[in-house]
Structure formats: C-alpha cells, structure tokens
C-alpha cells in the first residue's frame, strides 16, 4: 500500500501548505482557542483543587452516571446503525429518501422538543403513563434520551464507508460457500470497521456531552439522576465556575479517551 | 430483510413514537390553531433566521471540514494526532460550556448573529471531518497514482477521482452538521441576544412557548421545523448526487 | 484484514452495555425511590424537595437543621433544582416530589391544575408564600455609573440586563418592578433602548452581568446578597418603586408522608428556618423574624394583587401573542434588526 503521507497524486506542494494552513487557522480559531481557555480556567488554580472538584460524591454518582447511559445507548444504537446503513447501502426497497431524513431527524430536534415529546409519552398523562416502574426522572427515561439524541451517528459514518467498498468482498465470499452471517462476521464488519469505530467515538462524545434533553427528563435530583453536564450546569449558576470546568475538562477526558483506544486498536493492526 | 425490520422498529420506538406525540400535540387545537401559531411573526422570523444561519454554517463546515479531514489523513506533521483526538471535542463539552467559553473568548460576536454563526460553527465542526476520514481512510490512492502517470493534473485528479468519491461523505456530514445546527439551544441561548425577531432561534422561540404555557404553539412551531428540515435533509443529499443511502 | 481488534471492540461494548443495562435496572429502582424504601423499612422516610435554583445555598443549611430537630430526626431528603418553571413542569409531568418550593404563584397554580397541589394551599396565615425579596438594580462594584433609581436606567448609554420573561416566568418580576415605576412607556423605552440582551432565566443573567456585560442587571434582591457572599464585585440598589416578590411553597397532595412534608414546611416557616433564609438574603414572611434584620422597606411597594393578580398580569402583560410586553419585545425586535 502506498505510503499515505507521502504526497497525494491530487495534491501539489503548494496546495498541501495552504490546506494545512487553512486548517490549523479555522480549527486554531473555533477549537484550540476555546479548549486551551476551558483547560487555563480548570487549572488554574493548581491541580490540587481539580482533583477535589471531581471526587465530591457528586461528582463522582454523575460520572458513573454519565458512563452508564453511555454504555447503554452506544452499543444499541451501534447495532442499529450497522443494520440500517447495510439496509441503505445495499437494500432495495421504496421510501429510502425518507428513511434517510428520519435517521438524521434526532439532531434537528432541539433538545426542549425531545423533551416534551418524551413527557408527552411517558409523563403524567401521556400515552404510555402508567408503566409498572418508573421510566422518566429516573434512568430509562435518561437513557432514552441519549439514544435519541446520538442515534445517526454509526449510521452516518458507516454508510458512506460500505458505499465506498462495495460489495464484490461478499459476493466472492458466497461463491466460495460462505454463509450470511460468516460473511457479514468475516468480510462486511472488518470493511467497515473504522466507519463503525468512527461512529462509536462520536456516538460516545456526544452521549457524554447530553444536556438540553436530558436535562427535562431527569429531575435533576442531586446525587441521583444528575449526569455530568448537568452537574456543569449547576456549579456554573452557583458561582462554582472552577467546578464546572473542572466538570467539563473530565468530559472532555471521557471523549479524548474513547478516541485514544481507537486509535491504539488501529496501531495494532498489521 | 431482518435488519431494515430491526431498524425500522428501533427507529419507530425511540425517535418516531415520541415525535408522534408532538405531531398529535400540535394539531390538539385543530387545523387552524396549528396554522396560527406555526405563521405567527415571531415563529416565522425565528424559523428563518434558524434556517439561514444554519444552512450557511452548514456551507462554511461542508468545505471546511474536508479540509481538516484531508490534512489528517493525507498530511504529515507534529502534533497532528493530537489534533485528531480534539475533533470530536465540541460533542463532549456541554454546551453552556462552549456558549460561554465563546462569549468570554470572542466578545465583539457575543449577543449578535455572527455570534450564533459561531456557535453554530462550533458545534457542528466534527460532521464532515469525520465523516469523510473514514472514506477517505479506505481510498485506494492506486487510481489516483495511477491517473497521474497518465498525465492528469492535481486538479484534475483532485475534481474528477477523490471528490467524486467523497461527495457522499461530505454530503452525509453535512447533513447531519445541518440538522443539529437547525436544532441546537444551550449554546446558541448563550451566545444569542434573544431578542424577538432579531435573533432568536427557532428553538429558543419554541422553549419560550413552552414556558408561557403555550405547548400547543411550541409542538406546532417544531412540527414546522421539522418538517422543513426533512425537506432540506433529503434536498442536500439530492445535491450530493446519492440516490440511495447515507 | 484481520477483524480481530473489532470482535474485541464488539464484544467488551456489548459487555458493557449488558453491564450497564443490569446496574440501571438496580439505579433505577433506587432513583424511583428505592432508598426511600429501603428507608421506610427501617421506618426513615425520605422527602423529595423540588425547588427553584436560588435558594439551595438555604436548604444545604436548613435540612441539615431539620433534621436535628425531634420532628426532622430520620428522615432523608432528595434534592432537586433548577429553574422554577422547569420544576414545575417537572412535577406536573410525573417528578415524585413531597415538597415544592418555586419562585412564583402561577408556577404553583400550573400543579392546582395538575391535581398535584390541593387549591387551598394558600390558605395558609402566609398565604401559601415561604419568602419575599424585591427588585434590586446590580450595578459593578463602587456603582461606577451612579445607578440610584430607576430612571438612571433609560440614561443615554446606559446597558442594562434583564431575563427574558418569556422564557422565564420568575424574570417577569423583574419587568413588573419597572412597570410599578413607570408603566408601559417605561418598559417599552426600556426594552427598546437600554437591553441588549436578554438571557434565558435570571442565574444566566447574573452570570452574564458578571462576565462582563451590561452596566445593571435587573435581578432579586436575594441574588444580589448571594452575589455578594459568594465574592461577585457588584453592588446593588433597592429602587423605591417596587414590587413584592413572593416565593410559594406547598406540600403535594402525591406524597407519600404528608405528616412528615407538612412538618418540614412549618420548620421552614419557624423562626428558626426564615433565619436561616434570611441570613441568605431572602425576606422572611415572618414579621418578627423581619425585624432582626434590617432588610429596607421601599417606599412605594405594590404586591402582585395590587395589580389584579397573575391571571389578570399574565393576559395583560405577558400574554407571548397580545400581550402589552410581548409587543413591546416584538416592537423593539423589529426596530434593531438590521
């Protein structure tokens, strides 16, 4: 395989300058320049008094929180997106255009009207009021709003993947007597396995980073149903700002990690 | 085929049953209620000026952002892991937090609508970067080598070989930037002067409704900008060229 | 291409996501209120507090102070806060709560509505009201621009802050303090001229003044103190012309302890506990508790009935299509858009 840094055939050295330049600037100016201030206001005041902020009982229910409807809504929705981008890519069927705009309506859904919509269904009064437990101001209600809000993603990076590689890998697979499953296990999965790994990461960072939508189904009880952004929220109204970045920096951490183990599992490929 | 029925289940459970009860919501009053609070001027302007800077943040991003994607995988420089790992960023930090941060970094935009641009700008960054990486990550550079020593140009490899192959990609990311540039809040009431009819955005406009006991208003009102947004999402991917997936 | 690195991938995420499925079943039994079982069988209740967001730096003192009472003894508390019309939509919408303390009456009547809260919890000998505060004028610390009334606020230049009562229902004392001064025309002049930016709910406010913009923000007298004892540079001035600001408070008609809520709610009411508020800048309701601290009177103070009630308000003033401030905003919108 070719060298992927050296220079691309489309590229001339020239254009490889500017584009870097043109990239560093944007991102400079929209990302490093904000990260680097949420990290000067963290710790500032020395480390000590990070580690304080983010061990407070707090703190710490709000970060297993967090974890846990990531883990419950990523996996789910990993699987969803793989089934459903193998359904675009490579299904027939009438009504994709608006199966398309569907998938992607989770996002244009600000996160007041996700809200309503689920006190609308499970509130006092909705359609499924009445369940044997408690679904909102409680953890299902939670977790369904962070599978709602982070369920385009695998789709959305695994499409376009599985569009690029086509699918003559499985058609071979067949003649040579492979079934389904063996060949979506052994010939589909490893072709699209960075669009998925892509869209786990994202998936992930946007799960953690939740606020509007889950912020009406969860009560916000202290100690209980307070995942992380929400706790950001808090500390900032009540003049804790260092708090709040400190919050806010062991997101960051969270999502920088998810993308560190992807990264190290690709090293390791031959 | 089982997936599309799995799917198509998870999908009517999660995000279709909920947007259901919107949907009933914002027609409780009848036809015309719902047309009366969904053409009101405030719900218009709001509409609007949602759509507008979206679809504009939306072009900015699309271009942008393959961009970024093209230096990451193409290019080689230190610190450009680093540079990776803060892409997906602006999904994990909260949102009040990048509302804020950006008013305290960049005052002169602070309670105006480039200000929500920014905003917008921000948070909307990683959809194309990382949905073209993945493509281009899978790009047999061959055809392209192999187009140069045929004679081709740069450019000419550049129009007609790898942005066809991205298109639907950056297509696919920007749609998506779109959709949650058109449905973004926390940071946006932030940075936002929330002035009626000058900027204030369709979902700050619908929490308002919300909040002065007018549900029906604010489920009619996002009925409507959904539905635009549906046909502005399946519009983009038309422009891209797919016929048939993401 | 090997696939191993991503069956290990699938494989620990569907672990974990079985992982957490298993822990949420457990988490969720305990936040519908497994505790509060596990509690009752050891004969502790436990009362669930949903408040608006200014006065947790109060209940972090007063519920420890409850508890140390004979009435408070074992019982456990659940605390949630937040804005005062997201609690209440909160509470309305199936949030289990034992007590309600929200920042305005109409907050209150939306759970009346709901068969949450019984109608007669205002008759009460305070009328239903744990606390009172009144408008104050935030202005930076030494009150650089001489900031003594409301008048100063419509001087050329002047930039003054204020929640959007629209998108929240406490930030509307803040515009009837100014409509008690100058009526209409004050307002519109007001909104038109002076307010630049109108922020989601009054603690966003207050933290927008404090980052830096606007010269005075609009607020509570309670926040300014707050503002104050938690180290802000401001300063503050109680206008003469005023409105009383009443904050509710009401036992819930769902809960499962009404003895216990109720008696929480009288220990709030006590001396002991309108101290408590008081030391954090809020009114008491009760006069001889007043006394001890000194809070100004305004001269010219109205109360919400003075002005026909919140229904008569809401539909008058507030109401987002005819009402008198939302054409004002709608006016001023129209005029600064570019």
Request: aromatic share 8%.
């Given at each position: 395989m070719a060298d992927p840094t050296t220079l691309p055939s489309a590229q001339t050295a020239a254009g490889r300058w500017s584009l870097r330049v043109l990239a560093l600037g944007y991102l400079g100016a929209l990302l490093f320049v904000p990260v680097a201030y949420v990290l000067v206001k963290?710790?500032?005041?020395?480390?000590?008094?990070?580690?304080?902020?983010?061990?407070?009982?707090?703190?710490i229910h709000a970060f297993q929180l967090t974890l846990e409807l990531a883990?419950?809504?990523?996996p789910l929705n990993t699987v969803f997106g793989i089934a459903m981008a193998l359904a675009l890519v490579r299904g027939r069927f009438p009504g994709k255009g608006i199966l398309n705009a569907l998938i992607d309506l989770p996002f244009a859904i600000s996160p007041v009207v996700i809200g309503l919509a689920l006190l609308l269904v499970y509130g006092r009064g909705g359609w499924l009021d009445g369940l044997p437990f408690q679904v909102l101001f409680s953890l299902p209600g939670m977790a369904l709003a962070t599978i709602f809000v982070c369920l385009p993603f695998v789709v959305r990076e695994v499409a376009p993947v599985l569009r690029e590689v086509g699918d003559e890998s499985e058609q071979a697979a067949a003649t040579l007597g492979a079934s389904r499953w063996q060949a979506f296990w052994r010939v589909t999965l490893p072709s699209i396995r960075w669009g998925v790994a892509y869209g786990v990461v994202l998936s992930v960072a946007r799960a953690i980073g939740e606020f509007g939508a889950v912020s009406i189904v969860s009560g916000n009880i202290a100690g209980r149903t307070q995942t992380l952004t929400l706790l950001v929220q808090e500390r900032y109204n009540n003049f804790d700002k260092a708090g709040a970045y400190a919050a806010s920096t062991l997101l960051a951490l969270i999502a920088l990690s998810t993308l560190l183990s992807m990264t190290i599992t690709r090293r390791r490929e031959p | 085929m089982l997936g599309l029925g799995v799917g198509t289940l998870w999908l009517s459970v999660i995000v279709l049953l909920p947007l259901a009860a919107v949907v009933t919501r914002a027609f409780d009053g009848g036809v015309s209620a719902f047309l009366d609070a969904a053409t009101s001027r405030q719900a218009i302007d709001a509409l609007v000026l949602t759509l507008v800077v979206s679809l504009l943040v939306t072009a900015v991003n699309a271009v942008m952002g393959t961009v970024i994607a093209w230096v990451l995988v193409r290019d080689r420089f230190p610190g450009k892991v680093v540079l990776n790992a803060l892409i997906d960023l602006p999904f994990a930090l909260p949102t009040v937090v990048a509302g804020v941060t950006l008013v305290l970094l960049y005052p002169d935009v602070a309670y105006t609508r480039a200000g929500i641009a920014l905003a917008l700008a921000f948070v909307t960054l990683p959809f194309v970067v990382r949905s073209v990486q993945p493509v281009l990550m899978e790009l047999d550079r061959e055809v392209e080598d192999a187009a140069a020593s045929l004679g081709a140009r740069p450019s000419q490899i550049l129009r007609r070989i790898v942005l066809p192959t991205l298109a639907p990609a950056i297509v696919s990311g920007a749609a998506l930037g779109f959709a949650r540039a058109v449905g973004e809040f926390g940071s946006v009431v932030i940075i936002g002067a929330n002035i009626p009819f000058h900027s204030q955005v369709a979902?700050?406009?619908?929490?308002?409704?919300?909040?002065?006991?007018?549900?029906?208003?604010?489920?009619?009102v996002a009925v409507v900008l959904l539905t635009i947004s549906v046909l502005i999402l399946i519009g983009i991917r038309a422009l891209g060229g797919t016929r048939d997936d993401g | 291409m090997s696939n191993a690195p991503v069956r290990r991938i699938l494989v620990a995420?569907?672990?974990?996501?079985?992982?957490?499925?298993?822990?949420?079943?457990?988490?969720?039994?305990?936040?519908?209120?497994?505790?509060?079982?596990?509690?009752?069988?050891?004969g502790k209740p436990t009362l669930a507090l949903v408040a608006y967001s200014t006065p947790q730096v109060v209940y972090d003192e007063a519920i420890p102070a409850f508890q140390k009472t004979a009435q408070g003894k074992?019982?456990?508390?659940?605390?949630?806060?937040?804005?005062?019309?997201?609690?209440?939509?909160?509470?309305?919408?199936?949030?289990?709560?034992?007590?309600v303390e929200l920042s305005l009456a109409p907050d209150v009547t939306r759970l009346v509505k709901a068969g949450i809260v019984a109608s007669d919890w205002d008759a009460t000998p305070t009328k239903g009201f744990l606390t009172d505060s009144v408008v104050a004028l935030i202005v930076r610390k030494g009150n650089p621009k001489h900031v003594k009334g409301w008048a100063d606020l419509l001087r050329p230049g002047v930039n003054v802050v204020t929640p959007n009562p629209f998108t929240s229902g406490a930030a509307k004392w803040n515009l009837l303090g100014a409509y008690v001064y100058g009526g209409l025309p004050y307002v519109k002049q007001l909104i038109s001229q002076h307010v630049k930016v109108q922020p989601k709910s009054g603690r966003e406010a207050l933290q927008t003044f404090t980052g830096g913009e606007g010269d005075v923000l609009i607020s509570y007298e309670n926040e300014a103190i707050t503002a104050q004892q938690k180290g802000e540079q401001v300063d503050y001035v109680i206008p003469p012309q005023n409105i009383l600001i009443q904050n509710p408070v009401a036992v819930t008609r769902t809960s499962k302890h009404p003895d216990e809520a109720n008696s929480f709610v009288a220990f709030l009411e006590s001396a002991a506990g309108q101290r408590l508020f008081a030391k954090r800048g809020y009114r008491p309701v009760d006069p001889s508790v007043a006394k001890?601290?000194?809070?100004?009177?305004?001269?010219?103070?109205?109360?919400?009935?003075?002005?026909?009630?919140?229904?008569?308000?809401?539909?008058?003033?507030?109401?987002?299509?005819?009402?008198?401030?939302a054409q004002i905003e709608q006016d001023a919108g129209v005029s600064t858009a570019k």
């Amino acid at each position: 395989m070719a060298d992927p840094t050296t220079l691309p055939s489309a590229q001339t050295a020239a254009g490889r300058w500017s584009l870097r330049v043109l990239a560093l600037g944007y991102l400079g100016a929209l990302l490093f320049v904000p990260v680097a201030y949420v990290l000067v206001k963290t710790f500032g005041h020395g480390i000590g008094r990070v580690i304080d902020s983010i061990t407070t009982p707090a703190a710490i229910h709000a970060f297993q929180l967090t974890l846990e409807l990531a883990a419950i809504a990523v996996p789910l929705n990993t699987v969803f997106g793989i089934a459903m981008a193998l359904a675009l890519v490579r299904g027939r069927f009438p009504g994709k255009g608006i199966l398309n705009a569907l998938i992607d309506l989770p996002f244009a859904i600000s996160p007041v009207v996700i809200g309503l919509a689920l006190l609308l269904v499970y509130g006092r009064g909705g359609w499924l009021d009445g369940l044997p437990f408690q679904v909102l101001f409680s953890l299902p209600g939670m977790a369904l709003a962070t599978i709602f809000v982070c369920l385009p993603f695998v789709v959305r990076e695994v499409a376009p993947v599985l569009r690029e590689v086509g699918d003559e890998s499985e058609q071979a697979a067949a003649t040579l007597g492979a079934s389904r499953w063996q060949a979506f296990w052994r010939v589909t999965l490893p072709s699209i396995r960075w669009g998925v790994a892509y869209g786990v990461v994202l998936s992930v960072a946007r799960a953690i980073g939740e606020f509007g939508a889950v912020s009406i189904v969860s009560g916000n009880i202290a100690g209980r149903t307070q995942t992380l952004t929400l706790l950001v929220q808090e500390r900032y109204n009540n003049f804790d700002k260092a708090g709040a970045y400190a919050a806010s920096t062991l997101l960051a951490l969270i999502a920088l990690s998810t993308l560190l183990s992807m990264t190290i599992t690709r090293r390791r490929e031959p | 085929m089982l997936g599309l029925g799995v799917g198509t289940l998870w999908l009517s459970v999660i995000v279709l049953l909920p947007l259901a009860a919107v949907v009933t919501r914002a027609f409780d009053g009848g036809v015309s209620a719902f047309l009366d609070a969904a053409t009101s001027r405030q719900a218009i302007d709001a509409l609007v000026l949602t759509l507008v800077v979206s679809l504009l943040v939306t072009a900015v991003n699309a271009v942008m952002g393959t961009v970024i994607a093209w230096v990451l995988v193409r290019d080689r420089f230190p610190g450009k892991v680093v540079l990776n790992a803060l892409i997906d960023l602006p999904f994990a930090l909260p949102t009040v937090v990048a509302g804020v941060t950006l008013v305290l970094l960049y005052p002169d935009v602070a309670y105006t609508r480039a200000g929500i641009a920014l905003a917008l700008a921000f948070v909307t960054l990683p959809f194309v970067v990382r949905s073209v990486q993945p493509v281009l990550m899978e790009l047999d550079r061959e055809v392209e080598d192999a187009a140069a020593s045929l004679g081709a140009r740069p450019s000419q490899i550049l129009r007609r070989i790898v942005l066809p192959t991205l298109a639907p990609a950056i297509v696919s990311g920007a749609a998506l930037g779109f959709a949650r540039a058109v449905g973004e809040f926390g940071s946006v009431v932030i940075i936002g002067a929330n002035i009626p009819f000058h900027s204030q955005v369709a979902s700050v406009y619908i929490f308002s409704q919300v909040e002065s006991g007018n549900t029906n208003g604010a489920a009619a009102v996002a009925v409507v900008l959904l539905t635009i947004s549906v046909l502005i999402l399946i519009g983009i991917r038309a422009l891209g060229g797919t016929r048939d997936d993401g | 291409m090997s696939n191993a690195p991503v069956r290990r991938i699938l494989v620990a995420l569907t672990a974990l996501g079985a992982l957490a499925v298993l822990a949420g079943c457990g988490g969720a039994s305990d936040t519908s209120g497994g505790n509060a079982a596990a509690a009752a069988a050891s004969g502790k209740p436990t009362l669930a507090l949903v408040a608006y967001s200014t006065p947790q730096v109060v209940y972090d003192e007063a519920i420890p102070a409850f508890q140390k009472t004979a009435q408070g003894k074992g019982i456990g508390f659940t605390q949630s806060y937040g804005a005062s019309g997201d609690q209440s939509r909160a509470v309305a919408g199936g949030q289990p709560a034992d007590v309600v303390e929200l920042s305005l009456a109409p907050d209150v009547t939306r759970l009346v509505k709901a068969g949450i809260v019984a109608s007669d919890w205002d008759a009460t000998p305070t009328k239903g009201f744990l606390t009172d505060s009144v408008v104050a004028l935030i202005v930076r610390k030494g009150n650089p621009k001489h900031v003594k009334g409301w008048a100063d606020l419509l001087r050329p230049g002047v930039n003054v802050v204020t929640p959007n009562p629209f998108t929240s229902g406490a930030a509307k004392w803040n515009l009837l303090g100014a409509y008690v001064y100058g009526g209409l025309p004050y307002v519109k002049q007001l909104i038109s001229q002076h307010v630049k930016v109108q922020p989601k709910s009054g603690r966003e406010a207050l933290q927008t003044f404090t980052g830096g913009e606007g010269d005075v923000l609009i607020s509570y007298e309670n926040e300014a103190i707050t503002a104050q004892q938690k180290g802000e540079q401001v300063d503050y001035v109680i206008p003469p012309q005023n409105i009383l600001i009443q904050n509710p408070v009401a036992v819930t008609r769902t809960s499962k302890h009404p003895d216990e809520a109720n008696s929480f709610v009288a220990f709030l009411e006590s001396a002991a506990g309108q101290r408590l508020f008081a030391k954090r800048g809020y009114r008491p309701v009760d006069p001889s508790v007043a006394k001890q601290f000194h809070f100004p009177m305004p001269a010219d103070l109205k109360t919400i009935d003075d002005l026909g009630g919140w229904s008569k308000v809401d539909d008058q003033l507030f109401d987002p299509d005819k009402g008198s401030v939302a054409q004002i905003e709608q006016d001023a919108g129209v005029s600064t858009a570019k």
